[in-house]
């Protein structure tokens, strides 16, 4: 199947594309691994994002109490302006800015010469209009990197000045072959800047940091409502509904839980390396996966912690027999297809597993060759894998394979609407949410079973029950 649908391309195109595109072993064999991380073939519309869109719009935009510049023209700004749903605390214009855009609006001018003093000029503005805002963070986009303008002599003497970190982040979108890039550049300026700068009066043995959860409809807060139950205290919350101050001290936590590993793994090796801080990976999607994550986390701990998590998971668990109960019979034996970003295609399979629902196909728009190592323990056996497809790819797989529900990005949700198949939308939950932890599963289940089942459907066809 994979081979007739590359067969679509020019010979060198198919080439190219047939290392990216593989039947699963979860054995992690060699040839069925899968090539990644490598630039788009040109002429595709990728879906990947650049390498601002990483940092701005996944690491540093939920930053709440932080104002964060997208530095250059308005259309960059404005098309990831609130876009990610990432829910905080606060008062808006106050003490929390994360719905709000602040743009330099470069202009041809600026391109001519050059923004620097314009730059100086807005984070004055800045610390005078919205005094309790604890620093700045500088997103640079293309045009700054192209005509060498010298962010970081700015945030310089802006920070001495204005008394408060302003952190120049160099994510031009340019960089690098997707927002991987991205991530990896807003980490090291938290690293480079922020992290280990600010200490604390109270610390226990129970301290915790959540990393790479953007608190998505609520995820984190889901999240930390798990680790609370378990009786431990979280002290920050990277980036998600988290603050300047948390980040500054999260090198004092006794353990580092990741969630997202591709865009945050770099923090938590750095916290290794400098302050010796353990980590690990949790996944709370879906009762199975919570309660192995729970587990897990528990034993880096004492006995207090292990009993208060067997506890918590005895209490959960008749939400979770009841979620089933209602769910399954209506989803059992539906098959899904996905494709997200660097961690839901593997993250997601449990709770799908969970309502008796099958994955025929995933893919990644940005990860590595270790997310894919990974996921091919978590697949059966020739479920297909697909690093970066193009649409026509994507298309044509599901008219292959014949998915019973389309998980992924807004960029593909019409083109399947319009196939006649039930999707979802799975980077921001589709204006829903959460999806994380004990009542996120009854949001993930009860959404699923509206996207399966509405009888909207029953007014379409997809276009292979008309083919012959």
Same mark, same amino acid.
């Given at each position: 199947m994979i081979d007739d649908v590359l067969a679509g391309y020019p010979a060198k195109a198919a080439k190219f594309r047939a290392k990216h595109v593989k039947p699963n072993d979860p054995t992690g064999?060699?040839?069925?691994?899968?090539?990644?991380?490598? @630039?788009?073939?040109?002429?595709?519309?990728?879906?990947?994002?650049?390498?601002? &869109?990483?940092? @701005?719009?996944?690491?540093?935009?939920?930053?709440? +109490? $932080?104002?964060?510049?997208?530095?250059?023209?308005?259309?960059?700004?404005?098309?990831?302006?609130?876009?990610?749903?990432?829910?905080?605390?606060?008062?808006?214009?106050v003490d929390n800015f994360v719905t709000f855009q602040f743009t330099s609006d470069f202009q041809e001018r600026d391109i001519v010469f050059g923004g620097d003093k314009k730059l100086a000029v807005i984070c004055k503005e800045i610390a005078e209009l919205f005094? #309790?805002?604890?620093?700045?963070?500088?997103?640079?986009?293309?045009?700054?990197? =192209?005509?060498?303008?010298?962010? +970081? &002599?700015? !945030?310089?003497?802006?920070?001495?000045?204005?008394?408060?970190?302003?952190v120049p982040v160099k994510c031009e979108g340019f960089r690098g072959v997707s927002q991987s890039l991205g991530h990896h550049i807003a980490n090291d300026a938290i690293r480079d800047i922020v992290l280990g700068t600010r200490d604390t009066t109270r610390q226990t043995a129970y301290d915790v940091a959540l990393i790479g959860d953007y608190n998505i409809g609520g995820d984190a807060w889901a999240s930390r409502r798990i680790l609370e139950d378990m009786g431990l205290r979280v002290v920050a919350q990277w980036s998600g509904d988290g603050t300047l101050n948390e980040l500054s001290t999260s090198h004092l936590a006794k353990l580092n839980l990741i969630h997202c590993y591709r865009s945050m793994n770099y923090i938590c090796t750095t916290m290794e390396e400098r302050f010796g801080t353990p980590w690990t990976e949790f996944n709370f999607f879906g009762p199975t996966k919570i309660i192995e994550s729970m587990r897990k986390i528990a034993s880096f701990f004492d006995d207090t912690i292990k009993e208060k998590t067997e506890a918590a998971i005895a209490s959960y668990q008749?939400?979770? +027999?009841?979620?089933?109960?209602?769910?399954?019979?209506?989803?059992?034996?539906?098959?899904?297809? #996905?494709?997200?970003?660097? #961690?839901?295609?593997?993250?997601?399979?449990?709770?799908?597993?969970? =309502?008796? $629902?099958e994955i025929i196909g995933t893919g990644y728009e940005f990860a590595h060759k270790d997310d894919y190592s990974r996921t091919n323990p978590e697949l059966g056996e020739g479920v297909v894998i697909y690093d970066d497809p193009s649409a026509y790819e994507l298309e044509e797989f599901a008219r292959r394979l014949k998915p019973d529900l389309m998980g992924a990005g807004v960029k593909e949700k019409y083109v399947f609407h319009k196939m006649g198949l039930p999707f979802?939308?799975?980077?921001? /939950?589709?204006?829903?949410?959460?999806?994380?932890?004990? +009542?996120?599963? &009854?949001?993930? !289940?009860?959404? $699923?079973?509206?996207?399966?089942?509405?009888?909207? /459907?029953?007014?379409?066809?997809?276009?292979?029950?008309?083919? &012959?």
């Open positions: 064999s060699k040839e069925c691994e899968v090539k990644s991380n490598i @630039k788009s073939r040109p002429g595709v519309m990728t879906v990947r994002g650049c390498a601002y &869109a990483g940092s @701005k719009g996944v690491v540093w935009g939920p930053i709440k +109490d $932080m104002v964060h510049i997208s530095h250059g023209p308005v259309g960059c700004g404005q098309y990831s302006w609130a876009s990610r749903r990432n829910y905080s605390h606060g008062t808006r214009g005094p #309790l805002a604890k620093g700045i963070s500088i997103q640079s986009e293309c045009p700054i990197g =192209l005509i060498g303008d010298d962010i +970081d &002599a700015v !945030a310089r003497e802006a920070s001495k000045e204005l008394d408060m970190p302003v008749p939400l979770f +027999d009841l979620v089933r109960n209602e769910y399954r019979p209506r989803l059992e034996g539906k098959r899904v297809m #996905l494709l997200v970003g660097g #961690l839901r295609p593997r993250h997601t399979i449990g709770a799908y597993e969970d =309502l008796g $629902m979802r939308q799975m980077h921001s /939950w589709d204006y829903s949410g959460p999806y994380h932890g004990v +009542d996120g599963f &009854a949001v993930f !289940a009860r959404d $699923m079973d509206i996207a399966i089942n509405s009888p909207t /459907w029953n007014l379409f066809q997809a276009p292979w029950s008309t083919a &012959a």
